[in-house]
């Protein structure tokens, strides 16, 4: 294995390794040559900063400790996967290796990127989880573990379905789990037409169904816009081939559309004294396609771009910058909307706003700070970028991840046959920002009912509330919320969920507590027949049940049979599941 010179801080091959190179540039460093610009780029202010403080001093590991390890984690993952080919052909390495470098590009830290060059080690090698700790360390064991798919020969069906609980508890400790597993997608996305035409569509819906949503929670819009893309080819080749086309005439006007827009802008920020960059910013096309489906003829520019601000200045001057953009444009009446007061669950902060343009097409303003930006198209990973590597505050504290809180809230009672149906129907539900009356954001899927946000704000205000105040008006349960409304809940100690709560309950955490709470309740009520039948049929016998169960003949029986406890064996009684017959007679001694 390669190994650090301490004397020199450089990486060494051993010698025989160095010999069949014939003393020439070393491959590993060299096949590891993008990857480490990348990274050096990404970190150059970190680096410099890392070599002011000095080796042991606040400011991250300096560059050298980095690319050793980077050069360590590459020699490991070479070697396991020697001999390995992908379905293109080419050697299984280069998998890992541009999946280190996508997240190089965004700026992941050091362990990241070394945890990715080694994420598929333990799956697919005989290299070991212990082996990979006492090589790596726990964070980076950590890291590739969550990302290890289960033994589908264990597994079984189960397999896909525990493997994707299994990713989210483990990003609920460490969010990268979740951005490695986005980028490994999106590198099998990429290189997808190597694998048979049925597989491509399958695995295409998969990662619209389940991994796109995930990287739009995270706000990693850089890797939603482009998972989306490569989905929609794979599951659509015709349809896409026909949005890029009428996307990329559309672009080829867009000078003249958006240049006499921009011609009046730059003098109205000028005015309201606004410095801005403004550029023209393309739809992806899948976006596109979700907009126009195939009504793609003589698409319009507006309709496949939108302008950007990039405001240099503080988040007063872009709604001064808003100002500029109406003086100069006519706004569209109704088409404001300010994410930067009510931001969205993953903190995407800008304001957007539709004006019409000189020669009368509407198009998209979007309006954001310097600052704004790389939380905007990075998401959670402007976070952990900034922080160093540390994800920061756990899911429970952070505000842009209340969504996986309540996944993890509700996926424990979700049986593996339905967690990917519920995994699914909670990822693509869409967004509603409603507000207590102590002004308390509530974000809820779209289509939300005032019991919906019931549930919201905890199980026992959802299992008590009889009625709801919307904007101050008194509404019933099944109300839809909308962005904006203010809701208060009206609760009743006495209230309980009812069977026709399942009519307009849109969430699944509120699905999921409400259809427990119900099965609770008929097992209770199961329990309580069969109880009345068997004290009745025992009466007749001169057995007395209360003092049997004061004896514990009545568990000992329930447990001979296979029950947890006597009420559940009342239950089976109550529903018929057990005779009746069969248990007197291990309550009737001869």
């Not at 957007?352 to 990973?381: K, L």
């Not at 709470?517 to 097992?523: E, I, M, P, S, T």
């Not at 089976?572 to 009737?588: E, K, P, Y």
Request: proline content about 6%; hydrophobic content about 45%; some cysteine.
């Amino acid at each position: 294995m390669a190994t650090l010179n301490p004397a020199t801080g450089r990486f060494r091959l051993p010698a025989r390794r160095r010999a069949a190179a014939g003393g020439g540039p070393d491959p590993v460093r060299a096949a590891l040559a993008p990857l480490l610009a990348a990274h050096r780029t990404a970190h150059r202010t970190a680096h410099r900063a890392a070599h002011r403080a000095g080796p042991g001093r606040p400011g991250g590991l300096p560059a050298r400790s980095a690319e050793a390890e980077l050069l360590r984690g590459y020699a490991v993952a070479e070697r396991m996967h020697r001999g390995q080919l992908r379905k293109s052909g080419a050697p299984y390495i280069t998998h890992p290796l541009a999946v280190a470098l996508i997240l190089a590009g965004m700026g992941l830290d050091t362990t990241t990127l070394v945890a990715a060059l080694l994420h598929d080690t333990v799956e697919d090698t005989p290299y070991t989880l212990g082996e990979l700790r006492a090589d790596f360390g726990d964070e980076i064991a950590v890291l590739v573990d969550g990302v290890t798919k289960l033994d589908g020969s264990r597994w079984g069906d189960r397999a896909e379905a525990e493997t994707f609980r299994k990713i989210v508890l483990a990003a609920a400790a460490d969010l990268r789990v979740l951005v490695i597993k986005l980028a490994d997608r999106l590198h099998n996305l990429r290189t997808l037409r190597h694998q048979p035409e049925h597989k491509r569509a399958r695995y295409a819906q998969a990662s619209h169904e389940l991994l796109v949503p995930f990287a739009d929670r995270l706000g990693i819009h850089v890797l939603t816009r482009e998972m989306d893309d490569l989905a929609f080819a794979a599951r659509h080749p015709a349809e896409h081939e026909a949005t890029r086309l009428a996307v990329r005439a559309a672009l080829s006007r867009a000078g003249p559309t958006f240049g006499p827009a921009t011609a009046l802008l730059r003098p109205s920020l000028a005015e309201h004294g606004v410095k801005a960059r403004v550029g023209v910013r393309p739809s992806h096309l899948y976006a596109v396609h979700q907009a126009f489906g195939g009504g793609l003829a003589g698409l319009r520019p507006c309709e496949a771009a939108r302008l950007l601000l990039l405001v240099d200045g503080s988040t007063a001057d872009c709604y001064i910058a808003l100002g500029a953009v109406h003086a100069a444009l006519h706004p569209v009446a109704g088409q404001v909307r300010d994410f930067i007061a009510t931001p969205k669950d993953n903190l995407y902060r800008s304001l957007h706003t539709r004006v019409i343009s000189p020669d009368g097409d509407p198009f998209e303003v979007i309006i954001r700070t310097e600052a704004m930006h790389p939380v905007a198209e990075y998401g959670i990973v402007a976070h952990i970028r900034d922080a160093g590597g540390d994800t920061g505050p756990t899911v429970a504290e952070r505000r842009d991840l209340v969504w996986l809180s309540r996944l993890l809230a509700w996926q424990s009672g979700a049986p593996s046959a339905e967690f990917l149906d519920r995994l699914r129907a909670d990822l693509a539900a869409g967004h509603v920002a409603a507000f207590t009356t102590r002004g308390d954001i509530v974000p809820l899927p779209a289509g939300a009912t005032a019991l919906d946000f019931a549930y919201a704000l905890g199980p026992g205000t959802g299992d008590r509330c009889i009625g709801a105040l919307v904007n101050g008006r008194l509404a019933p349960m099944s109300v839809q919320i909308r962005s904006g409304n203010v809701v208060q809940i009206l609760t009743d100690p006495a209230g309980a969920p009812s069977e026709d709560w399942l009519g307009f309950a849109v969430s699944v955490p509120a699905r999921l507590h409400i259809q427990r709470r119900l099965a609770l309740r008929r097992a209770e009520q199961d329990a309580e027949a069969g109880r009345r039948r068997l004290v009745r049929a025992l009466a007749g016998r001169d057995v007395d049940l209360l003092a049997a169960e004061a004896r514990g003949d009545s568990l000992a029986v329930a447990r001979d049979l296979g029950y947890s406890d006597a009420d559940a064996m009342y239950a089976a009684l109550g529903t018929g599941a057990l005779g009746l017959d069969d248990l007197l007679a291990r309550f009737v001694r001869p």
